[in-house]
């Protein structure tokens, strides 16, 4: 029996499919209707189930809660113009997600086990995958510690869920962000390159603070010395400097972005020389008031390419110049979406398709 026909499925009695307002999406809001769940137990993952989504169970000593074993992975599936069904890029997710595993101490999944679960659960909720411009179905497979124990320890159990939503664009207009020089995302040597879940929680007080100054995101430094540019915690963050695309090169501090990576892969096509390098942030206040700083943007699953419209710098507020669509980062957006959507050819076998 292959992994696929051991899949059983449980479906819903009754679809929430009609309940949803597919042209008033925003990101998260919706939850397809179901999900599917594998446990770890006795040194080995079990069977997928695919289930109606609905509230677990679960012990209040489970690890997860305590000590914070719980990772995460952020993707896409799109449904081109003839009904065929792609995820983005989950082959390097899934090598990702290993990566974010290995560094909490937590069981890897097998691709096999990876791609077959998302594709199983995407063809159950095939119905729940937006057509709109701009939509998705947005998936979401987490792994987190189970085990009920209240002892320090790395546990013995652990589930691998999926859930996903159909979303519309991350962000609604463009983005107003404050270069963050007091707290800390991550530092060297620590998780920032994982996918945990920590590394959301920890942010959210400095974020709060700059989204009461009026930013929306905030843009991290390093913890050594807040002199270089990280990224922006739920984006990575490029530049168009002096003509060139610029963008900080990765780190043990730094998230190893799916999007970041097209972008950088496309940048040759669209006909702009990229660099990977340590970007400062005085260079990045000097080129915004020289003029060299033509664009910034952030990239990310959720986030695509999203425009920045306000860097904040030292407690001054820098406008970017206006885009157009001959702007960098919108000829990027376009060639993306057109590869996703099958407009344009996916020379880069970035389209995994759903059979
Ligand atoms: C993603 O882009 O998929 C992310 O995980 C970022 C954020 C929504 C948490």
Aim: charged share 25%; proline share 4%.
């Amino acid at each position: 029996m292959t992994l696929t026909e051991s899949i059983a499925i449980e479906r819903v009695k009754q679809s929430r499919l009609p309940q949803i307002d597919f042209n008033n999406l925003g990101f998260g809001a919706h939850i397809s209707d179901h999900m599917l769940v594998a446990d770890y137990k006795d040194g080995r993952w079990h069977e997928p189930k695919i289930m109606p989504y609905a509230n677990m169970m679960m012990s209040p000593a489970m690890l997860a809660l305590h000590y914070g074993q719980s990772v995460f992975e952020g993707m896409k599936a799109f449904k081109n113009p003839e009904g065929v069904v792609t995820i983005f890029r989950p082959e390097r997710h899934h090598k990702r997600l290993n990566r974010s595993l290995e560094r909490m101490c937590m069981p890897a999944i097998s691709e096999e086990l990876f791609l077959t679960s998302l594709s199983a659960l995407i063809e159950v909720d095939a119905d729940w995958i937006p057509t709109t411009e701009g939509s998705s179905l947005y998936l979401r497979p987490f792994v987190f510690a189970s085990e009920a124990k209240l002892g320090v320890k790395v546990a013995d159990e652990y589930k691998f869920i999926i859930i996903t939503s159909p979303v519309g664009p991350y962000f609604s207009k463009p983005v107003r962000v404050k270069v963050e020089e007091e707290y800390v995302r991550a530092a060297e040597g620590g998780t920032g390159f994982a996918k945990c879940a920590g590394n959301y929680g920890g942010a959210f007080y400095p974020t709060m603070l700059a989204q009461k100054q009026g930013y929306d995101q905030v843009l991290w430094t390093d913890a050594k010395e807040h002199k270089y540019i990280d990224e922006s915690g739920a984006m990575n963050i490029m530049f168009v400097m002096d003509g060139k695309l610029v963008t900080p090169k990765l780190s043990t501090s730094l998230l190893d972005g799916v999007t970041r990576d097209s972008i950088l892969t496309l940048s040759a096509e669209l006909g702009i020389q990229k660099e990977e390098r340590r970007v400062s942030v005085a260079e990045i206040e000097e080129a915004c008031k020289n003029g060299k700083l033509t664009e910034a943007f952030g990239v990310g699953t959720a986030a695509v390419v999203s425009q920045i419209a306000v860097i904040s710098i030292h407690g001054k507020d820098y406008s970017l110049p206006a885009i157009d669509a001959n702007s960098f980062q919108l000829r990027a957006k376009k060639k993306l979406n057109d590869i996703r959507m099958g407009i344009e050819a996916d020379k880069h076998g970035w389209n995994y398709v759903v059979k």
